[in-house]
């Protein structure tokens, strides 16, 4: 299934290829490593030993470390989350999927599980058409862009318990900066503060994970614009086509991996979240920013019950991993050959 | 110096003692490492006792490195590692220390379900014999560090929560007594706001601080049997937990607490709670024994309300069943870990040496149980609390640590949601009744 997929995929890269040849700049890595990989595999079968030991040799130290730091912790939770467990002692009270019924059927884990979907969409919602703006503007040529480049970046360098704890301080009701600046203007901060009031309170976390993360999704467009061949602009604009034109046309789709691929982090950030959010709220107020990570870390850590935080990390990683799967399968590589499409379009 | 020199007679008879002990048994118990030295020799062999405490700042951290040079000093070849943490710090740590199976030498104990549980999982050695002489000296203090009648623990500093406030500040509004019943209390609510000030700070964002209201509310609403039933049976469905709800619910609605108190930490950086009240930007927290030295940490000057600190007891509310006079509380105890070497013990016990109690008692870092040491608090506002303290005929430990940590937590966290309204005086009673069946 997979091959045959894979093959009309490097086909139709191929052909595209062929058809442009300067257009398949992200496209070309991949057509060329499975044009290469297969037959190139083959044919070194006289010296079959000798390679994999050669490949065993160089994958050991990185498969030594995958095992070790990423299979063994997860096969830890999974076989914690079958038992109750106060974290010491050895493991001997069996209650088979007790932990992962209490769980799913605990209101604050499903609302946490409902914050990080509404974290994940509203990221994405939110610091792609934001970025993709500021990236395109930032791409012309302006005075000061060095100095702008770095500014929008700062946030996303900066540690992010720094950021947090400074946020946590402007954004303190009646002694914070921000509540300061409203009542200048005469207006008024919630009594209780931005974060301290639960209507309010996730939608000012998302703020701050913007502010915070917007500067990624700058860079990596930014980087993405520079994969854009000069040639289709000088092209475009013989042509006649407005700025805008050229934008729609021609830049954004040929950035289409690299949002994809940003996407792609920021929603496996997003169902991750944890930290910003342990800084500025700890999951309240009233349970109203919780995300699936600080469930559990107040399951284990706070109240001593390993066995149903390993139940809710579990249960993390199988929704992490099932998005990540459907986005790959459906939105990766869908889109994948809609793009080549698309370009071939472009160089007619 | 007498005393040092009785610890180091004792020390003497305990490493004979442990040398008979090695001798008849094959040493298994011993881990490897350090702790074997204890049974391999006498003084000349180097013994190192990990000890970690939480007086990390100011003249309780210089005081303790002290105690430890002079127990080292007063005990050649025994070297102690001191190791002094933020207090949230040091219990993270000692969580993963647990985990890991192995507990610092001497470290603190809280009672309660805490210490139930670390003692049913071997980490906490039995002190009952090796310190004989220390408990018998504080008396029933220790009975919060007693798991089926043996001694885990020894407590150097119980106290109990009340109201801290500043006396400036009262002064200003027109307050000229602390309130003793809950009317007062709301007159006092009152005429703070009346004067512009913002009455009371709570670290709900931490929910403990917040819990504290509920658990002194049911002090007050239970009588002392129906305490006592609920934390060995496990069984809240009492009315009087209830109604310990309604009367929080109806001081939540008089909004007595700092804007934001949902989120405030509760003694962390100067707009926490504690902080608010250190800065003179509230005039009453309710807090633990350790509140003037949480303010000193959090003012420049290192003074805190210096002066102007005043204490005062949880009011009263009509028609409660709980005497008036209890108080809900709490201490911190030596316990030695399961592992540690004999020394350790003599440790702990030095640290409950009049002497040590002493220094302490001085330095405010505590309130001494030690009774020799009780004269020498200082502080006039901690000297009103041990008064209380020592007439309290029930002293309730805070339930979160009565429970352990899975009860207490869901406790917490739904008195937390009362503080925001969403929870009900009912919905308190039944998340604590369905976590503590979850843990039958």
Known sequence: MIDVADEANAQQGASASAATSTLTVPVAGRTMRSAAGGPGGRRAGGNNTRKGLEIAFFVAPALLLFVFFVVWPIVKAVQFSFYRWKGYGPLVDFVGLKNYVSVLNNDVFTGALQHNLIIVVASIAIQLPLGLLIALLLNRRMRGQGMLRTIIFVPYVLAEVIAGVVWFQLLQPKYGVIDAWLDAVGLHGPEQGFLGDPKYALATVIVVLTWKYLGLAILLFLAGLQGVPDELYEAAQIDGASWWQVQRKITIPLLGPTMRTWAFLSMIGSLQLFDMVWILTKGGPANSTTTMATFLVTEGTKRSNYGIASAASVILFVVALILALLYQRFIMRRDNTVTVIKKKKVAR | ?440
């Open chain 2, 1 to 440: 110096m007498a005393r040092m020199r009785r610890a180091t007679a004792a020390f003497a008879l305990a490493t004979t003692v442990a040398l008979l002990a090695a001798a008849c048994s094959s040493g298994d118990d011993n881990e490897p490492g350090t702790d074997s030295t204890t049974t391999s020799g006498g003084g000349d062999k180097d013994v190192t006792i990990t000890w970690w405490h939480n007086s990390n700042t100011g003249d309780g951290k210089t005081y303790y490195d002290k105690v430890a040079a002079d127990f080292e000093a007063a005990n050649p070849g025994v070297t102690i590692d001191v190791n002094a943490m933020q207090h949230e710090d040091m219990v993270t740590k000692l969580e993963a220390a647990f985990q890991a199976g192995d507990a610092p030498d001497v470290y603190m104990e809280r009672g309660g379900g805490e210490l139930a549980d670390h003692v049913a999982a071997g980490l906490t050695k039995d002190i009952s014999d090796s310190a004989a002489d220390t408990i018998a000296k504080l008396g029933g203090s220790v009975g919060g560090f007693q798991v089926d009648g043996k001694t885990y623990a020894l407590p150097f500093s119980l106290g109990v929560v009340g109201f801290w406030y500043n006396k400036a500040l009262f002064e200003q509004a027109g307050i000229t007594d602390v309130p003793t019943s809950w009317d007062d209390m709301y007159d006092v609510i009152d005429t703070l706001k009346g004067a512009g000030i913002e009455p009371i700070s709570v670290g709900a964002g931490d929910k403990w601080p917040a819990a504290h209201y509920w658990y002194y509310f049911s002090l007050r609403e239970c009588s002392e049997d129906t305490l006592k039933g609920a934390v060995t049976s496990l069984d809240f469905s009492d009315p009087c937990f209830v109604k310990a709800g309604e009367d929080l619910e109806k001081l939540i609605a008089a909004e007595p607490f700092n804007a934001g108190f949902l989120t405030t930490p509760a003694q962390t950086g100067a707009t926490s709670a504690s902080g608010l009240l250190a800065t003179g930007k509230v005039a009453i927290e309710m807090q633990g024994h350790w509140e003037p030295g949480v303010m000193q940490g959090l003012t420049e000057d290192g003074l805190g309300l210096g002066e102007n600190t005043g204490w005062f007891a949880f009011p009263s509310v009509d028609d409660g069943e709980g005497d008036p006079a209890d108080a809900l509380g709490g201490g911190d105890a030596w316990a030695v870990g399961a592992n540690a070497p004999d020394e350790a013990v003599e440790f702990a016990k030095y640290l409950l040496s009049d002497e040590v109690q002493k220094g302490f008692a001085e330095l405010d870092m505590g309130l001494p149980t030690n009774n020799t040491a009780s004269q020498y608090v200082s502080d006039p506002a901690l000297a009103t609390l041990l008064d209380v303290r020592d007439k309290a005929p029930y002293v309730q430990l805070y339930f979160d640590t009565a429970f352990g940590s899975a009860i207490g937590g869901a406790m917490n966290d739904e008195i937390a949601l009362m503080f925001a309204g969403q929870a009900s005086p009912q919905d308190i009673v039944d998340a604590t009744q369905a976590a503590a069946d979850a843990e039958k």
